[in-house]
């Protein structure tokens, strides 16, 4: 190899790396800018405007348009949705693992793209966290959105992607992208901080922000009365024609409202005592 081409090619090399370095600074910035809501789903950017972000949304890389992995509009037709029973059992084997005995499932919803979960504490009757159920593999884990954004008392357990009992590609210890020593950071099953769940926005307020956002954007859409109150945020169903539509979730520090646009057609729920 002559000097001239090994004199390039260096230069080359080095030019890419500065790129790629350029590149991951970047991203690092705009999602400390922005928040877990570049990542997830339609949300309220910094200038609390709604909106399509980067990784969801309507023509987001991982959300809609596409649908490479969630977003308004995503079924897979191959799927059989679960029973409740089933979600139930799989969101029980979740709890399990956490070895809180003041956690309970209060609420199971099932739709064709997902199962999902409510979770209370036993103490207090306040909602801790939202779960969903993959149908295909009947594996629970954290829901996206606000309940990864917004909640003030277990985000430490919503960083634990448990995709295949604590040694998933996703999650566990050591996983990929969570877990002990996981790329995107560890997760915590200690006791949950002290959160007070008295927030600035009331339950009442939370409604009317829900159904302003319906009343611009989907006609005809009522929403719920009983929205249930986590630590930091509510989340809340609504119906069009009588029928549950979907589901959203109200900041309550704020008012911001977020839609759920990743559990497709509802087909029926059920409370647990």
Do not use: C
């Amino acid at each position: 190899m002559n000097k001239t081409l090994s004199t390039t090619l260096i230069v080359i090399a080095v030019l890419a790396l500065a790129g790629g370095i350029f590149f991951a600074g970047s991203m690092y910035a705009r999602i400390n800018t922005f928040g877990p809501s570049m990542m997830f789903g339609n949300g309220w950017s910094n200038s609390d405007t709604y909106g399509n972000n980067m990784m969801g949304g309507n023509n987001g890389m991982m959300g809609n348009g596409g649908n490479m992995m969630n977003g308004y509009g995503y079924n897979d037709t191959n799927l059989t949705p679960l029973t409740v029973d089933q979600a139930k059992a799989a969101a029980e084997k979740y709890l399990s693992n956490l070895n809180n005995s003041d956690l309970q499932i209060a609420e199971v919803m099932i739709f064709d793209n997902n199962s999902y979960i409510i979770v209370k504490e036993t103490s207090t009757g306040n909602g801790a966290f939202e779960l969903l159920v993959d149908s295909a593999s009947q594996i629970a884990y954290p829901e996206h959105g606000p309940n990864m954004m917004w909640n003030l008392k277990y985000s430490g357990l919503n960083h634990q992607f448990m995709m295949d009992d604590n040694s998933g590609m996703m999650g566990g210890s050591g996983g990929m992208m969570s877990g002990n020593g996981g790329m995107m950071g560890g997760w915590d099953n200690t006791t949950p901080a002290n959160v007070s769940a008295t927030m600035t926005v009331t339950p009442e307020q939370a409604i009317a922000y829900a159904q302003k956002y319906l009343d611009e954007n989907i006609s005809g859409a009522t929403a719920a009365t009983d929205p249930i109150q986590f630590y930091g945020y509510y989340t809340l169903d609504f119906e069009k024609d009588g029928k549950v539509t979907g589901m959203l979730s109200v900041n309550g520090y704020s008012g911001q409202v977020f839609l759920h646009t990743w559990h497709g057609t509802f087909i029926e729920e059920s409370a647990v005592q």
